[in-house]
């Protein structure tokens, strides 16, 4: 398997409450990133992560804060959720510059209701 | 700044037709170049990838050379089958750019038996 596991893989959530998404790897890469795909806007990059506790924002980002207090793990958190917010997320990792590309997760579905 | 432009879908075709589909890309340095499928329900995987210019990526049967004096990467399969019906992702990927990849929004492909 390639090593990157997201949980839940769907969720259904009231409008105003807190939501954590997990994404866990077994690769030990270096780089983890959150995205949001939506019906004619593609793929969306929220937040991304280079290393344990270094994160930076992506274009989507408000709304939304990551944490990384391990290699392994990288959670986004909706503060408060939106019907806005509704969407597939996808995690990523990747373990270097240039040529790697990035391995995905398979999706957390997410309805906020 | 860095983008990622691909033909609107969706494109239908009949089975063993022949698939092009157009990818061109502006980036302020010499990218690496990727073309990602996301089958229905699923994370996106690395079909193929291209480095520097005029290399030629391969998996599956699909192709697509990096012509750098067009900035296309147009990923081509000479004879589709039905469980190539998927959704295409073109990407891009600059060295000194934390490793971030910009991609395009994706075409539908729709093949029919």
């Known amino acids: 398997d390639a090593g990157i596991t997201q949980s839940p893989r769907h969720k259904v959530t009231e409008t105003g409450t807190p939501v954590t998404l997990r994404c866990h790897q077994t690769e030990n890469h270096r780089y983890m990133y959150w995205y949001r795909q939506d019906p004619g806007h593609g793929l969306r990059l929220i937040h991304y992560?280079?290393?344990?506790?270094?994160?930076d924002k992506g274009e989507v980002s408000d709304g939304y804060s990551v944490s990384r207090s391990k290699t392994e793990d990288f959670l986004l958190t909706l503060e408060s959720a939106t019907s806005s917010q509704t969407s597939v997320y996808f995690c990523a990792i990747s373990g270097g510059q240039g040529a790697y590309g990035y391995t995905f997760g398979s999706g957390t579905r997410l309805t906020v209701v | 700044g860095n983008s990622v432009t691909q033909m609107e879908g969706p494109v239908t075709l009949s089975e063993e037709a022949f698939l092009t589909i157009n990818c061109t890309y502006t980036a302020t340095g010499y990218p690496s170049l990727f073309w990602y499928v996301q089958y229905p329900g699923e994370g996106l995987q690395l079909l193929l990838k291209?480095?520097?210019?005029?290399d030629k990526g391969s998996n599956k049967g699909f192709e697509a050379t990096y012509r750098k004096e067009t900035t296309s990467f147009h990923l081509e399969k000479g004879s589709v089958q039905v469980s190539d019906s998927a959704v295409y992702f073109c990407a891009l990927m600059l060295n000194n750019a934390g490793n971030m990849l910009t991609f395009g929004g994706g075409t539908r492909l729709m093949v029919k038996p």
């Open positions: 291209a480095t520097k210019a005029d």
């Open positions: 992560s280079y290393g344990v506790k270094d994160t």
